[in-house]
């Protein structure tokens, strides 16, 4: 992933934020996956 920074604030930790970003996604990622195995463990054993 690429990010312009010649127009971006010089203050700004660009490695960070993209850092971050891919945390964010990960989690995210987890997250759904996580959620589809609940689900579909309520819907073999509750069921």
Request: aromatic share 14%.
């Amino acid at each position: 992933m690429s990010i312009d920074t010649s127009k971006g604030s010089p203050s700004m930790d660009y490695e960070q934020h993209v850092e971050t970003y891919q945390t964010f996604l990960r989690l995210t990622k987890y997250g759904v996956v996580f959620c589809v195995i609940l689900l579909a463990g309520m819907k073999f054993f509750l069921v």
